[in-house]
C-alpha cells in the first residue's frame, strides 16, 4: 500500500508538470511542499515559559505555535535568451501585486502586508482569499533573471496551513505566465538537508534524509540537469534515513554561482535545491571595536584586526562604530588582509565589490525584534512585515555583487515562528540565542524560569531548530560575550565554562559558523575587548576554541548532523553515564565527528560548577560508507589514537577523563589518519 501511494503521487506529478516548453520559456522539474517542523522535546526551552499570543506552556505544541510552510518551486528556462521572473500566481491571484514593500520603513527595507493595503490595491475579498491559503507572507525567484538554459527556485513562505489541498501556480514575466502547476499542500518526506562544497568548490558533500528516518535507495544524482556520479562505489542506501554524498566535479564552480541538484529515490520520490556555491570557509568572528588610547581611527582598526587575529578569530563581523566606513574602504580592506580576516560587509561598494575577502552581505539585523512595532497589525501577522523587502534588496545586492552570499540574523522575538518564516530567504540564516541574556532576564525578571537556564542547552534548543528552517544552507551562531550593566545593577561576564558549553552546543547543532557579540568594551553592553579579569578570561577561553576550531578544518565547515531536530538519541553514537551527550556530524562518507558535552554542569549568577567524567564507554554505528575505521580524540587542538574494538557492525571505545567537552573523530581516509597522528606527534614532541 506504501508503495502504490508514492507510485500515485509520482504519476501525479508526471501528469501535473508535464514535459512541456512554455511559449515564456520555462519548464516546471518538481516542487516541494514543506510545513514547519514540529520540535515538541525542545518546546521548553524554546519557548521562554510564554507566548505572545497564549500566555502560557498550558497547551500543545500546535496550539502555542502557529504552524506555517514553505512551497519551493523548481523549473529551467529552456528558452536561448534569460526570462525575467516578474511575479508569482497562486490561485491566480499575482502575489507581486499584493505582498509590496510600501508601508512602515525600517532601515532599507520596508514593511509588507496585503492587510495593510487600501481597498484599491487589495480588496477585502482577495484578502480573504490569500487568507485561505494559507496566508503567503513573501515569495521570490532566484537567480533573477534566470540565464538561458539554468534552472530556478521559486518559494512561496505561508504564515498558516492553507485550506486547500492543492495548490495552483504559475509564474509570470511580462505579459507572459508559464503552464499551470498543481502542487499537494502535503509534506514530502525525502528532503536534501544539507550542501556544502570543498576548498576549490570542485568537489559537492551532499546529505538528504527521510524526514520519517525510514531508510531509502537512491537511484540518481542530477547535478545542473546532467547525471551525476557519487564519488563512492556501490548503492547509495541510507542509513537511520540518513545518507552522505560526495560528488566530484569537472570543472570548479564560481564563488556565488547558482546550481541546481536534484536526487531521486527507487520509490519515484525527488528532492531538490538551488544552492549558491561557497568554499569551505567556516567564520570564527568577534562583532564590534575598540577605541583604547590615543590613536587615529586608523591605528584604532587596525589594533582592534590585531587583537581578532591574537585570539584567532579569521572575520571582523562588523558594527565597528567609528571604524565602520573605514573598514569599507581599500585602506581598512587591505588591513583585513593583512590580519587574515574576512570580513562581513554591508551593501555593496566598488571597493568591495566580489571581492574574496568578504564573508557575507548582512542583509538586516533582527527584523522579526523591528516587527513588533508594526502596530497596525495584530500581534500574529506582525512577524514577517520586512521579508519581502528584504527579498528586493536580496535580488539588488546580488545583482550587483554575483560573488557575494548574504546573511541575515534573527532575534529571538516570536520564536520559533521566526527561524521558519525567515529561514528560507538569505544565503545564511544567523540568531543570537544569547544564554546571558536568559540568565539575566531570569535573576532580574522571571525567576520562575530559573529552572530552565541552569544550563545553555536552550542554545543548542534554539539551533537545532534554526538550522532545520534552513536547510539546507548554512547556520550561523551569534553567542554572548558582554557584561550586562543596568543602573547599579550589574551581571558577570559569561565564564569559560559556559563559553565552552555553548561553542559545542553551536557545534553539535550543526553551525557553519561562530560568532560573538560583541567586544566594544563599552556602555550598558560591556564587550569582551575590556580590561576586566572576567573579559580576559573570556578571550582566553574564546582562544582556546578558536583554535580547536581551526584544528579540525576544513571538516566542520563540511559537516552535517545526522540526527533528526530535537531527537533524545543521536541514531550512530551512543554514551554513558546518560548525562553525557553524543552528536554525530558526518564529513562526507568517510569521516564523522562526534562531539560530546557533559551535561552534568549548573550555571548561575556566580559561576559555573559541574562534575568531570572519569570514564564514558562509547559506542558507534558503521554505516554501509565507512570502512576499516581509525579512532582519534582531540586533546588541546592535536589528536592521541584511540583504540576501537570492531565488532558486528559497531565500534565500541572508551573516552576518560572528560570535564565538560570533547571530540572523536572516526575515519577511513588514511590521509586524514596521518594527518591527525603527525599533529599528535608534533604536540608530544612541543611538550
Known amino acids: 500500500m506504501k508503495y502504490f501511494f508514492y507510485l500515485l503521487i509520482a504519476v501525479f506529478?508526471?501528469?501535473?508538470?508535464?514535459a512541456w516548453a512554455e511559449a515564456m520559456g520555462v519548464r516546471w522539474e518538481s516542487a516541494e511542499f514543506a510545513p514547519d517542523g514540529e520540535f515538541p522535546e525542545l518546546l521548553p526551552w524554546i519557548i521562554d515559559g510564554y507566548d505572545l499570543r497564549f500566555g502560557s506552556l498550558d497547551k500543545t505544541y500546535k496550539d502555542i505555535v502557529s504552524l506555517g510552510a514553505t512551497l519551493r518551486l523548481f523549473f529551467r528556462n529552456e528558452g536561448s535568451q534569460p526570462v525575467q521572473i516578474d511575479g508569482i500566481l497562486l490561485d491566480g491571484i499575482n502575489l507581486a501585486e499584493h505582498i509590496l514593500p510600501i508601508h512602515k520603513p525600517h532601515s532599507w527595507s520596508n514593511a509588507a502586508n496585503y492587510h495593510l493595503n487600501e481597498p484599491a490595491i487589495t480588496a477585502p475579498e482577495v484578502a480573504a482569499q490569500l487568507d485561505k491559503l494559507g496566508e503567503p507572507v513573501w515569495f521570490r525567484a532566484r537567480p533573477n533573471p534566470v540565464p538561458a538554459g539554468a534552472f530556478g527556485e521559486a518559494?512561496?513562505?505561508?504564515?498558516?496551513?492553507?485550506?486547500?489541498?492543492?495548490?495552483?501556480?504559475?509564474?509570470?514575466?511580462?505579459?507572459?505566465?508559464?503552464?499551470?502547476?498543481?502542487?499537494p499542500a502535503k509534506s514530502t518526506s525525502l528532503?536534501?538537508?544539507?550542501?556544502?562544497?570543498?576548498?576549490?568548490?570542485?568537489?559537492?558533500?551532499?546529505?538528504?534524509?527521510?524526514?520519517?528516518?525510514?531508510?531509502?535507495?537512491?537511484?540518481?544524482?542530477?547535478?545542473?540537469?546532467?547525471?551525476?556520479?557519487a564519488a563512492c562505489t556501490g548503492t547509495l542506501a541510507s542509513c537511520a534515513g540518513f545518507l552522505p554524498i560526495e560528488i566530484p566535479l569537472e570543472n570548479s564552480w564560481e564563488h556565488g554561482s547558482f546550481h541546481h541538484i536534484e536526487v531521486g529515490d527507487a520509490l519515484g520520490r525527488r528532492a531538490a535545491a538551488v544552492i549558491r556555491a561557497r568554499d569551505d570557509f567556516f567564520a570564527l568572528g568577534m562583532w564590534g571595536y575598540r577605541t583604547h588610547g590615543e590613536l587615529n581611527p586608523a591605528e584604532q582598526l587596525r589594533e582592534t584586526c590585531a587583537a581578532f587575529r591574537e585570539h584567532l578569530f579569521n572575520t571582523h563581523m562588523g558594527m565597528a562604530g567609528p571604524h565602520s566606513s573605514l573598514l569599507e574602504r581599500a585602506e581598512g580592506m587591505d588591513v583585513l588582509r593583512e590580519m587574515?580576516?574576512?570580513?562581513?560587509?554591508?551593501?555593496?561598494?566598488?571597493?568591495?565589490?566580489?571581492?574574496?575577502?568578504?564573508?557575507?552581505?548582512?542583509?538586516?539585523?533582527?527584523?522579526?525584534?523591528?516587527?513588533?512595532?508594526?502596530?497596525?497589525?495584530?500581534?500574529?501577522?506582525?512577524l514577517g512585515s520586512y521579508a519581502q523587502g528584504l527579498v528586493n534588496v536580496q535580488r539588488k545586492w546580488t545583482a550587483a555583487d554575483k560573488r557575494t552570499l548574504t546573511l541575515l540574523n534573527l532575534d529571538e522575538t516570536y520564536k520559533p515562528q521566526n527561524w521558519f518564516m525567515y529561514g528560507a530567504l538569505p544565503d545564511i540564516l544567523s540568531i543570537d540565542p544569547y544564554y546571558q541574556e536568559h540568565l539575566v532576564h531570569a535573576y532580574w525578571k522571571r525567576p520562575g524560569a530559573m529552572s530552565r537556564f541552569f544550563s545553555p542547552y536552550c542554545l543548542y534548543a534554539s539551533s537545532d531548530v534554526a538550522r532545520h528552517a534552513c536547510e539546507p544552507n548554512p547556520l550561523h551562531l551569534i553567542l554572548n560575550s558582554v557584561c550586562r550593566i543596568e543602573g547599579n545593577r550589574r551581571f558577570r561576564y559569561g565564564t569559560p565554562e559556559e563559553k565552552r558549553l555553548e561553542f559545542y552546543f553551536a557545534l553539535a547543532a550543526g553551525a557553519k559558523g561562530i560568532s560573538y557579540w560583541w567586544f566594544t568594551p563599552?556602555?550598558?553592553?560591556?564587550?569582551?575587548?575590556?580590561?576586566?579579569?572576567?573579559?580576559?578570561?573570556?578571550?582566553?577561553?574564546?582562544?582556546?576554541?578558536?583554535?580547536e576550531a581551526r584544528a579540525l578544518e576544513p571538516l566542520l565547515a563540511l559537516s552535517h548532523p545526522a540526527e533528526w531536530g530535537g531527537a533524545k538519541r543521536d541514531p550512530f553514537a551512543s554514551a554513558r553515564p546518560p548525562w553525557l551527550m553524543a552528536r554525530t556530524l558526518f564529513c562526507g562518507t568517510h569521516t564523522a565527528i562526534i562531539i560530546l558535552i557533559n551535561r552534568n554542569h549548573a550555571s548561575d549568577k556566580e559561576g559555573t560548577n559541574f562534575a568531570p567524567i572519569p570514564q564514558a564507554p562509547m559506542a558507534f554505528q558503521i554505516p554501509p560508507w565507512m570502512k576499516n575505521i581509525k579512532g582519534f580524540r582531540m586533546k588541546?587542538?592535536?589528536?592521541?589514537?584511540?583504540?576501537?574494538?570492531?565488532?558486528?557492525?559497531?565500534?565500541?571505545?572508551?573516552?576518560?577523563?572528560?570535564?565538560?567537552?570533547?571530540?572523536?573523530?572516526?575515519?577511513?581516509?588514511?590521509?586524514?589518519?596521518?594527518?591527525?597522528?603527525?599533529s599528535g606527534r608534533q604536540a608530544g614532541q612541543a611538550q
Request: charge should be negative.
Open 13 to 18: 506529478a508526471f501528469f501535473s508538470m508535464g
Open 155 to 183: 518559494v512561496i513562505r505561508f504564515r498558516a496551513m492553507p485550506f486547500a489541498q492543492t495548490l495552483s501556480v504559475r509564474l509570470e514575466s511580462g505579459k507572459k505566465t508559464s503552464q499551470e502547476l498543481l502542487v
Open 191 to 229: 528532503s536534501i538537508a544539507s550542501i556544502s562544497f570543498n576548498h576549490d568548490i570542485n568537489r559537492i558533500y551532499l546529505y538528504v534524509r527521510e524526514r520519517s528516518g525510514a531508510d531509502f535507495n537512491l537511484s540518481q544524482i542530477r547535478i545542473d540537469g546532467n547525471r551525476a556520479e
Open 340 to 382: 587574515s580576516l574576512r570580513f562581513l560587509a554591508r551593501d555593496p561598494n566598488r571597493d568591495d565589490m566580489r571581492s574574496p575577502i568578504l564573508y557575507a552581505r548582512f542583509l538586516l539585523d533582527e527584523p522579526d525584534a523591528h516587527e513588533y512595532s508594526v502596530d497596525n497589525l495584530p500581534d500574529n501577522r506582525r
Open 522 to 547: 563599552y556602555g550598558e553592553c560591556k564587550g569582551c575587548g575590556s580590561d576586566e579579569p572576567g573579559a580576559k578570561a573570556m578571550m582566553k577561553e574564546l582562544k582556546i576554541l578558536n583554535a
Open 636 to 678: 588541546e587542538a592535536s589528536f592521541e589514537s584511540v583504540p576501537l574494538e570492531l565488532k558486528d557492525g559497531e565500534a565500541a571505545f572508551a573516552v576518560a577523563d572528560i570535564n565538560l567537552t570533547g571530540i572523536i573523530i572516526l575515519t577511513d581516509d588514511e590521509a586524514l589518519a596521518e594527518r591527525l597522528l603527525k
